[in-house]
């Protein structure tokens, strides 16, 4: 098990300063703090507060303003990051106010740092700031009492002295802002958490449920242009002429103009932009190999086959244990490419001057977003602002700034502030999508254990990253290897939602439990049973911890009432580590009308310490639905080039009467906590294929599982 | 481009805009009213509902043409102060994870409730089946949308 220890110089990232106005902020920065190894690319010491990407403020009255210093896309982190400051600063939390970094007018020069996102990245920094703060504050008071700081309490935001006396932060708080930052914070035990480990709900949940304007689609400036962009239908075409003839005639329709391969029509309103662009006649020619789903089966059934594989981790001799196995099991899974689907289509605000290129969006890459944008248009980073918006999903889609970029590149051709909206179609289109990616796995079985085990992937652009290939069961099967092998297409590819341990999750654990099936032991032994040889590794590229995987295979079948269902209820099982999470989930399922409903989940996790209950149940029952619904539904084909689904009328995304109840359990620990977005996900499609098995004697290897045999869904 | 007379939220807006528009566009693009939201454009994920005469209806596919001398009611204007026992529940059970088709589900719950003011579970689902959220937050959905109900006990 890699440390994950950081060391964090408190000095780079912590300055105070007294408020004009009264108050005091504290300053820290987060991306920095994360990446020690990482030299900053500016100096800190240069910055204003406005420069830092989070900080806190109090109040002469003792309010506490923190700014949330990540983006936000759902995944609750505005919540759940503040909280880490405000337990160490020791306030209540009904005190606290959280904002995000939000739009200021008057700073352009703002600029926003992405970096890891995390809690895991969060955690020791953020109480850090908290710890810092509170320790300055209460040296402020010590001072003005005359005692020693070491015999001062805290509680809500009240410093106490042996004396009985006591001061409010808010009246503290400029002498505080004067004094030296502490180099030496204590941190507290976790015993001692009084927000840590509570229930607290989504710091916008008022503003989402009274529908006030929070999204990128939702920022308007006066004067400002809607533009729709119409793109080459087909990956691998190139633009040729057109004719706007037709667009320009319409009433609204300000401008219509070539940039690249793409026609930008501009427009008073977003429906006649939307319509005006629909009267464009375009040519296109082919520029490179118009690619189908056809093409891609054989490409990728070929490198499976082949010999161009790339070796990631290799234990022992696969071959030998092969050669001199007594049976082997092999089987191929194949997935498709998926679109992200956020259900607030990608969109930018962009106002591009002489003085200066301002942005304002949904995006999970600021900072890197920026300085493409200047590189793009030749610009000094300096002129560049970016202000995030809080995002209608995220799922990795908004990693990418492409669509910033066409913002930018408009403002700056039609030098008017504008705002690209993509419509669904467009969104659905013009995706940068999860990879369709085949797996073959075989296991060598001799004097009834496992004594090889060799994982093939091919995959369309880019393979799994490096640490994929140390997840269970490497270190667990004595011959051992991972073999990589890809195909570079013109359709563009990116990160999905826990990026390929989202698909293979569902091979490996269909794998295993085919393999207990053919070695005639019970499924879930066999995994315990192998996770019994990692215990102890001195292996240090092993990321997963035997012994926390070994619980929560325990607890979920305790949880789950493993085996001890009704003779109608079909259980299907599935482990998994991934994104430093460790996760067991159970699904059960039942047949009605002859085909398998998925009734219910039990997850069970260990992240760690669970900073905000309320929140992390709701990122794993939403992470095991989103893992169902596209396992079960989730297909893009193409045609020469063309995305085949178009809009949610032929791209089927689960829905309400279609989910199971997820029951969710964290194991109680005091580790420090990981991250809760993704770990949920990639297990769950397994749990339910194991499942369907279990019910209908037929295994699914492929998905979307409802194009998988008519003999399951009819 | 043609004059209309519209009723949002018990307020009179006169607009101009071509008759083809969606509500949808008009309330967001015209009128400023951005609890509304586009997902979809063709009336297949819910997150533009709206009530029409205290109806459920997808404002992204409904030309403005087709509902003059209509009652329309947004997100914006189903209470005055987010208090409705459909939101309450909403911020109580804590459903939104990103948000943005949160407008939508409530429109669609309190819709929903008016006619069937004690639902059971079957019927919840029924009813939601037709808004997609995206993160999946189906099980809170299902938990406030009966939550609310039990207001009308």
């Keep these: ?714 | 481009m043609a004059k209309f007379k519209l009723q949002v939220n018990n307020k009179s807006y006169d607009i101009e805009v071509s008759e083809d528009t969606p509500i949808l566009w008009v309330l967001r693009d015209h009128l400023n009213l951005l609890g509304t939201k586009y997902g979809c454009g063709i009336g297949q994920c819910g997150a533009c509902t709206i009530h029409l005469n205290g109806e459920p209806v997808r404002s992204c596919s409904l030309p403005i043409s087709s509902v003059v001398d209509n009652s329309i009611t947004t997100i914006e204007g189903i209470s005055e102060a987010g208090d409705h026992p459909v939101q309450l529940a909403w911020k109580e059970i804590d459903v939104p994870q990103c948000g943005y088709c949160q407008a939508g589900q409530i429109m669609t719950a309190t819709a929903f409730l008016e006619k069937n003011p004690k639902p059971n579970s079957d019927e919840i689902r029924d009813a939601m089946h037709s808004n997609i959220c995206r993160c999946a937050s189906y099980n809170r959905i299902e938990k406030a949308v009966a939550k609310a109900a039990t207001a009308n006990s």
């Design chain 1, 1 to 714: 098990m890699k440390s994950q220890k950081k060391n964090i110089d408190r000095r780079s990232f912590l300055r105070t300063s007294a408020l004009a106005g009264g108050g005091m902020i504290i300053g820290f920065n987060l991306f920095n703090a994360c990446k020690p190894k990482v030299k900053p690319a500016i100096d800190i010491s240069k910055l204003n507060f406005n420069d830092f990407n989070g900080f806190i403020k109090i109040a002469d009255n003792g309010m506490v303003t923190i700014f949330a210093p990540n983006p936000e896309i759902g995944q609750g982190v505005k919540t759940s990051m503040p909280m880490l400051i405000a337990e160490e600063l020791d306030v209540s939390w009904d005190n606290v106010h959280v904002v995000q970094g939000g739009l200021d007018m008057d700073v352009f020069q703002r600029q926003v740092a992405g970096g890891s996102q995390s809690i895991r990245h969060g955690w020791e920094p953020l109480r850090q700031t908290g710890a810092t703060a509170k320790q300055m504050l209460v040296n402020a008071a010590a001072a003005k009492w005359g005692v020693d700081a070491k015999e001062c309490s805290v509680e809500n935001g009240v410093i106490s002295n042996k004396k009985g006396e006591k001061l409010g932060y808010g009246e503290v708080v400029l002498d505080a802002a004067k004094l030296e930052v502490p180099k030496d914070v204590k941190l507290k035990n976790p015993k001692d958490f009084k927000i840590i480990g509570q229930d607290v709900q989504n710091v916008d949940v008022d503003e989402i449920i009274t529908g006030k304007s929070l999204f990128g689609i939702d920022f308007k400036r006066e004067g400002m242009l809607y533009a729709s962009v119409m793109r080459p239908p087909a990956f691998g075409q190139k633009l040729v002429s057109f004719d706007d003839a037709e667009a320009k005639s319409k009433e609204g329709v300000v401008d219509v103009f070539q940039f690249g391969d793409k026609i930008a029509v501009l427009a008073t309103s977003t429906w006649i932009a939307m319509q005006a662009k629909k009267n464009l006649k375009a040519t296109w020619k082919e520029d490179t190999t118009l690619e189908s789903t056809e093409d891609h089966d054989k490409i990728l059934f070929d490198l499976l086959a082949g010999n161009t594989f790339e070796t990631l981790r290799k234990d022992g001799d696969i071959n030998k244990a092969f050669k001199e196995a007594d049976s082997v099991l092999e089987r191929t899974y194949e997935s498709p490419f998926l679109p992200h689907n956020c259900l607030e289509p990608m969109n930018f605000f962009a106002d591009v001057t002489d003085k200066k290129v301002e942005l304002v969006g949904p995006i999970q890459t600021p900072a890197g977003t920026a300085n493409r944008i200047a590189k793009e248009l030749e610009r000094d980073i300096k002129d560049v602002s970016l202000e995030m918006t809080r995002m209608g999903g995220g799922f990795g889609r908004r990693l990418y700034g492409d669509f910033a970029i066409e913002a930018a590149l408009i403002s700056n051709i039609a030098k008017k502030p504008i705002q690209v909206l993509f419509s669904r179609e467009d969104d659905m289109a013009d995706g940068i999508y999860k990879p369709a990616i085949k797996y073959n796995i075989s296991a060598a079985i001799k004097d009834s254990k496992v004594t090889g085990y060799h994982l093939k992937e091919a995959a369309i652009n880019s393979n799994m990253y490096g640490l994929i290939s140390n997840f269970f069961p490497a270190g667990a099967i004595e011959n051992y290897q991972v073999d990589i092998a890809n195909y570079k297409s013109n359709i563009t590819t990116g990160a999905w939602r826990a990026p390929y341990t989202n698909f293979l999750a569902f091979a490996e654990q269909s794998f295993f439990d085919e393999l207990a099936e053919t070695m005639d032991v019970d499924k879930i032994q066999l995994r315990l049973d192998l996770l019994q040889n990692v215990k102890g590794t001195t292996d240090e590229r092993i990321e997963y911890s035997p012994e926390r995987l070994e619980a929560v295979i325990n607890e979920a079948v305790e949880k789950s009432n493993w085996g001890k269902v009704d003779k109608n209820t079909y259980q299907g099982f599935a482990a998994y580590y991934c994104h430093n999470t460790h996760v067991a989930e159970v699904a059960d399922v039942v047949m009605e009308a002859g085909v398998p409903v998925v009734k219910k989940v039990t997850c069970v996790l260990d992240c760690g310490i669970v900073v905000n209950p309320l929140g992390a149940r709701n990122q794993v029952e939403g992470g095991v639905l989103d893992g169902i619904g596209h396992a079960m539904y989730g297909n893009l084909e193409f045609k020469q080039g063309v995305p085949q689904s178009t809009n949610f009328h032929n791209y089927r995304l689960v829905r309400m009467k279609e989910t199971p109840k997820v029951e969710v359990h964290f194991i109680k620990n005091e580790i420090a906590p990981t991250g809760l977005g993704e770990p949920a996900l990639p297990p769950a499609s397994a749990a339910v294929a194991n499942a369907i098995k279990a019910a209908t004697g037929i295994r699914i290897t492929k998905q979307p599982f409802i194009n998988a045999s008519e003999k399951i869904f009819g």
